[in-house]
């Protein structure tokens, strides 16, 4: 189960740090900058970036879980 999402940016230090990072699966996206966020956090981020605030909405609406309609939505905005 996916449980953060993140760029390429943020790959190296997700790769290096994964064992001390909680939770399922962490999803790159290789073509986007985007820090490690987990599905849980995305709210929070939203002060930082307005896109996250959507993201949050869908991810809310699918019991907190990442689904083609979060992603389709990331690919949209942050692409």
Not at 11 to 17: C, D, H, Q, V
Not at 41 to 47: G, I, K, T, W
Not at 61 to 73: D, F, I, K, Q, S
Request: hydrophobic share 40%; glycine share 8%; with cysteine.
């Amino acid at each position: 189960m996916v449980t953060h999402i993140g760029g390429l940016d943020a790959a190296a230090e997700t790769t290096l740090n994964l064992p001390n990072i909680p939770g399922g699966k962490k999803l790159i996206y290789t073509h986007i900058n985007m820090p490690l966020t987990a599905l849980d956090e995305l709210r929070s981020q939203a002060d930082t970036d307005e896109r996250f605030a959507g993201l949050a909405d869908i991810v809310e609406v699918n019991r907190g879980l990442w689904c083609p309609e979060a992603e389709r939505y990331l690919l949209k905005r942050w692409a």
